[in-house]
């Protein structure tokens, strides 16, 4: 397994998104090229656990929610639209925004347009949907329910989720939020916070409070590269 010490946490999730059918290019974001140093640093031993749901970002908004297990689900989150083309397919939009405290549409920064097509055997191929160009389902990305309601072809907003080949997932929630990303592991010990997704991983120091109602994320250079809070019920 490759390991990069972090230079901008956000290097890994854009890695593994885009893998996985994901890319939010279009929305600003980088193509997914790591500027991380590699390293020889060891696998983090697990010392140290967390539980909660944290979020970060002033511009594209980043939420992360981790468990005991180990478990790391890493996305980006925002708006979604859902309507229906002249063609019968489903145009799901992600709307990106990043003003803390100002979750709608007036304060968004960009979107992802999607086009999903139902498949015959119940599972969905999502692409990318350029304007003035026909979605190529052929070269889309499977995509399958996973929990919730599977109403996404019916309704304008649900409670569902969906996941990908690759570890990708899109959750879509009632109140017309979504979180696009990926899941992934984290490992922890007094010292680093270690992000692993695939092949490759990401080492970070960190700094919580004694309640873990902060995670601070820090390069190798001793630099802040996210603050995360927790997310209030």
């Known amino acids: 397994m490759k390991k990069h010490t972090g230079k901008l946490l956000g290097v890994l999730l854009l890695v593994m ?14 193509d997914g090229g790591s500027a991380a140093a590699e390293t020889k640093l060891d696998s983090v031993k697990s010392k140290v656990k967390f539980d909660g749901v944290y979020t970060a970002g002033d511009t594209l908004k980043i939420q992360m929610t981790l468990d005991k297990d180990g478990n790391c689900d890493y996305g980006y989150t925002g708006i979604y639209q859902l309507s229906t083309s002249e063609a019968g397919y489903r145009v799901l939009n992600l709307i990106y925004y990043g003003q803390e405290g100002e979750d709608d549409a007036q304060t968004q920064l960009a979107y992802d347009s999607y086009a999903i097509q139902q498949n015959e055997d119940g599972t ?15 070269g889309g990305t499977q995509m399958k329910f996973e929990s919730g309601s599977d109403t996404i072809f019916t309704d304008t907003a649900l409670e569902a989720s969906y996941t990908a080949d690759g570890g990708s997932y899109i959750e879509l929630h009632e109140d017309g939020s979504f979180v696009f990303g990926a899941h992934m592991k984290y490992a922890a010990d007094k ?12 080492v970070y120091t960190y700094e919580a409070d004694e309640n873990q109602d902060s995670l601070i994320l820090k390069n190798s250079d001793g630099q802040t590269v996210m603050k995360l809070q927790r997310k209030e019920n």
């Open 17 to 30: 998104v885009a893998l996985a059918g994901c890319g939010t290019k279009n929305a600003g974001t980088t």
């Open 191 to 202: 010292d680093n916070f270690e992000l692993i997704g695939g092949s490759s991983s990401s």
């Open 124 to 138: 969905y191929t999502r692409c990318k949907l350029t304007e003035g160009e026909e979605p190529d389902f052929a």
